[in-house]
């Protein structure tokens, strides 16, 4: 199908990448100007500014609770913004769906951004509040059972690094994992996949792009052959948590997303890989008000709330 008529309404203002690096600070600020007023935010029973005390020093993070429950199965959400852009506030719509339709408590993490903090401040504060959500659980009313890591483009990114760090370390308290249009290999060669010529240009994201996007992370240290930058490069992708991937039709980093879920599957992880026709990269932060879109919300509380393999009839 082609691209959904209010996304292409909406692309047809935006003009074409021009291969040129972004300006950090003029991006964040146009992102801020973005952000839904207070007053117009979906409501929850609370939302709360905090810090988690993790390995790396005091983290910020967005603490959401759907509902007043006795306990709660818990997400912790990494947003996206190629590495150096979008916070907490950008993503909250995003984090306040993800609570309201699964009835999880969502932790949001704050994480150090490049090109101020180089490779790997970002994801290792990521990592240090999984740890910390999981060492302080009794504070959170965590249920002790569920903990899932979602993320979207570059967040989706730390997710499966994330993953693969907390396996390695024998830590095995991570139930789920969600990627959203993941960035899994920040290899951009154009060889590799289809989807990086196929939707090339026109639907915001757009190759070209892709590089000066990411290079204040690879210029501070990422190498995009390492399994942690780029973690469809991972070897050995068995023992990972069950995965739910969402990609988009319209989006250079479709294949990757999909081919990750794929590499999951044959490494004999349970991982399942919806692609959402018309739409294109970040559609769940910026096209959600379709209600088409809005679905992703919805799979994401079916996949979590699902019993496991073992116990399904």
């Avoid at 600070?25 to 029973?45: G, I």
């Avoid at 690879?218 to 990609?247: E, N, Q, Y």
């Avoid at 999909?258 to 044959?266: A, I, P």
Wanted: glycine share 8%; charged share 25%; aromatic share 10%.
């Amino acid at each position: 199908m082609p691209i959904h008529p209010q996304i292409a309404e909406i692309l047809s203002h935006i003009p074409p990448a021009d291969g040129s690096r972004p300006d950090p600070a003029a991006m964040r600020a146009a992102d801020q100007q973005r952000v839904t007023p207070m007053e117009d935010r979906l409501p929850l029973a609370s939302v709360e500014d905090t810090t988690a005390r993790a390995a790396t020093g005091d983290v910020p993070i967005r603490i959401y609770t759907p509902v007043e429950a006795d306990s709660y199965g818990v997400i912790i959400y990494f947003h996206g913004g190629a590495f150096f852009s979008g916070n907490l506030d950008t993503h909250d719509g995003v984090a306040r769906a993800l609570a309201k339709e699964t009835g999880y408590r969502v932790v949001s993490v704050d994480y150090r951004r490049a090109p101020e903090a180089a490779y790997p401040a970002g994801l290792q504060d990521c990592y240090g509040v999984v740890r910390w959500v999981a060492e302080n659980g009794e504070s959170l009313n965590w249920d002790g059972t569920n903990l899932a890591i979602a993320g979207d483009s570059s967040g989706a990114n730390f997710v499966a690094a994330v993953a693969a760090m907390a396996h390695d370390d024998g830590f095995d308290r991570i139930t789920h994992q969600v990627l959203f249009y993941p960035s899994v290999d920040l290899d951009f060669d154009l060889e590799r996949y289809e989807s990086l010529r196929e939707n090339a240009r026109g639907y915001g994201l757009e190759t070209i792009g892709l590089k000066p996007w990411n290079s204040f992370y690879i210029d501070g240290g990422a190498d995009p052959a390492d399994p942690l930058v780029s973690p469809v490069k991972r070897s050995d992708l068995t023992g990972l948590p069950p995965a739910l991937i969402l990609t988009a039709e319209f989006d250079p980093l479709r294949d990757e997303g999909e081919l990750y879920g794929q590499r999951l599957r044959d490494a004999g992880v349970d991982a399942t890989v919806s692609r959402y026709a018309g739409a294109n990269h970040g559609f769940v932060q910026n096209f959600s008000w379709i209600p088409e879109y809005f679905r992703a919300f919805a799979e994401t509380a079916e996949f979590l709330n699902q019993l496991p393999p073992e116990e399904r009839s």
